[in-house]
């Protein structure tokens, strides 16, 4: 039985619904299928850079205006990109229900960029960009996927360059509007008490107001991954390592297993076998940990961690050898039955984070075409056995096909 009801307008934009009855709280967002990978060669960074321009002006509001609209009434507006997505949403007393949604729809839809704030951003994401080549970790796995993912589109920077934000202007931003933010690319997603006819009656005539336009972006690149080892130097006292390897797409039947392996093996959890090993009974990292992302046609793993320069090699043979038990060992019988109930229950818990359940629910419909109920979801944990968790073990952590990048202190 579904938890959540969903709609797909005439115009091809979706409705994803989920019920929260008793809730004072309203949680509602815009999920555009449109980020990073879909730039073209000359607007590296024009996704990230347009999710800033929204903000900045419509014709009925300017940035001031914008940026109050909600914090007067004490509610939350935010936004993101990633490599696939851009979001806009929201947090706020249902009351002050129509006040966000007509404030979300106008920025999403109606921004006119002027070129005065459009300068001044111009600016602010360039000190950001040099701001977070100073954060050696971030950056680190910035250059690990531009190594992993070669010449794709995968491989460029959320940021852009400094080079190419200078290069944009306002012509620009509305024509990669124009060609992603159509209906028929957008999801608005909405988790609180309003009933489902409530909703549709507040949103509906106004969603089906905007034209279809765009057509889903095309992800079905070409990858030829060749392992890498490399190394650079950085102004920095601590050693900054990535190992990893390419993963399974976000539709592969594999990613389930991939899910739950990699929390085992690195997750949140203080009991992950490279925290317990490398932290816990060596003391020789303050954080490590792994990492799974899915995207619609290949994925990326990643072990990451720092540590004092003269540690690099220890801790690697151990991360290296917690990778080979996992190849060489299938789990007993408890171990796969704690292993799942620790992920079911992280996967139950963030689902109290109405936010991230309700940007969830629009990410997953673009990602798998589907909303999984939460029973759905644990059944597919319930349902990885042992032997799939080895064979996806000798696959992704193949000490053949691992990569690796490191940034060293200079001498």
Same mark, same amino acid.
């Given at each position: ?256 297993? =991939? @899910?739950? &392996?990699? %929390?085992? /093996?690195?997750?949140? !959890?203080?009991?992950?076998? +490279?925290?317990?090993? *490398? ?78 359940? =309700? @940007?969830? &629910?629009? %990410?997953? /419909?673009?990602?798998? !075409?589907?909303?999984?109920? +939460?029973?759905?979801? *644990? ?33």
């Amino acid at each position: 039985m579904t938890d959540h009801q969903q709609l797909t307008l005439s115009n091809g934009l979706h409705i994803i619904y989920k019920q929260i009855q008793g809730s004072e709280i309203s949680h509602c967002g815009f999920i555009v299928n449109a980020g990073t990978r879909d730039e073209r060669p000359e607007e590296a960074g024009m996704a990230h850079f347009l999710e800033h321009m929204m903000f900045k002006g419509t014709p009925k509001r300017r940035s001031f205006h914008i940026l109050s609209r909600l914090d007067v009434v004490g509610g939350d507006l935010n936004a993101y990109t990633t490599k696939e997505r851009t979001c806009v949403h929201a947090a706020f007393r249902n009351p002050w229900f129509g006040r966000a949604f007509e404030l979300m729809c106008d920025i999403l839809f109606n921004a006119n960029f002027p070129e005065k704030e459009l300068e001044k951003e111009k600016q602010v994401v360039i000190d950001e960009i040099k701001q977070y080549q100073d954060y050696h970790d971030e950056s680190l796995l910035d250059d690990f996927e531009a190594a992993l993912f070669g010449t794709q589109p995968l491989s460029h920077p959320i940021l852009g360059t400094v080079e190419s934000v200078n290069s944009f202007n306002r012509e620009k931003v509305i024509a990669f509007r124009e060609r992603l933010y159509g209906a028929s690319n957008v999801a608005f997603s909405y988790v609180g008490p309003l009933s489902w006819k409530q909703l549709l009656r507040k949103v509906q005539p106004v969603l089906e107001k905007y034209p279809r336009q765009s057509v889903p972006p095309l992800r079905t690149a070409q990858y030829v991954y060749k392992p890498f080892v490399l190394s650079q130097e950085k102004n920095a006292t601590q050693a900054y390592v990535a190992l990893g390897n390419q993963a399974y797409p976000a539709n592969d039947l594999k990613r389930a297993g =991939m @899910l739950l &392996l990699n %929390n085992l /093996l690195g997750g949140d !959890g203080m009991n992950s076998r +490279l925290n317990l090993s *490398i932290r816990e009974r060596n003391g020789l990292v303050y954080n490590i940990e792994s990492n799974y992302t899915p995207y619609s046609d290949t994925g990326l793993w990643y072990v990451y961690f720092s540590c004092d320069p003269e540690y690099t090699a220890r801790v690697l043979r151990l991360v290296k050898k917690e990778l080979s038990r996992l190849r060489d060992y299938k789990l007993g019988k408890m171990q796969l039955h704690l292993a799942k109930q620790q992920f079911i229950s992280r996967i139950v818990m963030a689902e109290e984070s109405r936010t991230n359940l =309700m @940007l969830a &629910l629009g %990410n997953s /419909l673009f990602d798998y !075409g589907r909303i999984d109920t +939460l029973s759905e979801i *644990i059944q597919r944990i319930e349902a990885v056995t042992a032997e799939e968790l080895q064979d996806i073990a000798r696959e992704i952590f193949d000490p053949t096909q691992l990569s690796l990048l490191q940034y060293l202190p200079k001498n």
